[in-house]
């Protein structure tokens, strides 16, 4: 079985840390869930304002804050 290859690993250990479904996510950026798959795997870049809705989205979550350089390398 081939393993999946994610570009964002830091963003994907909070998403696992904090219980926050991958639907949650595209729904909260306004993407399908495969659109959401093709940015995770880099295929299509985030756009800076839907990294920002993700961080805020976390953010709340967690009750801690999150940096889009921690989460997204930028």
């Not at 909260?28 to 299509?44: C, D, H, M, P």
């Not at 756009?47 to 997204?72: H, P, V």
Request: with cysteine.
């Amino acid at each position: 079985m081939r393993k999946k290859y994610y570009l964002y690993p830091n963003l994907e250990a909070e998403l696992k840390r904090y219980n926050v479904s991958r639907d949650e996510i595209a729904k909260a950026i306004g993407v399908s869930r495969s659109n959401l798959y093709t940015r995770l795997t880099g295929e299509k870049e985030f756009s800076l304002s839907e990294a920002r809705i993700i961080c805020a989205y976390l953010e709340k979550k967690s009750g801690q804050e999150m940096s889009l350089k921690y989460l997204f390398n930028f």
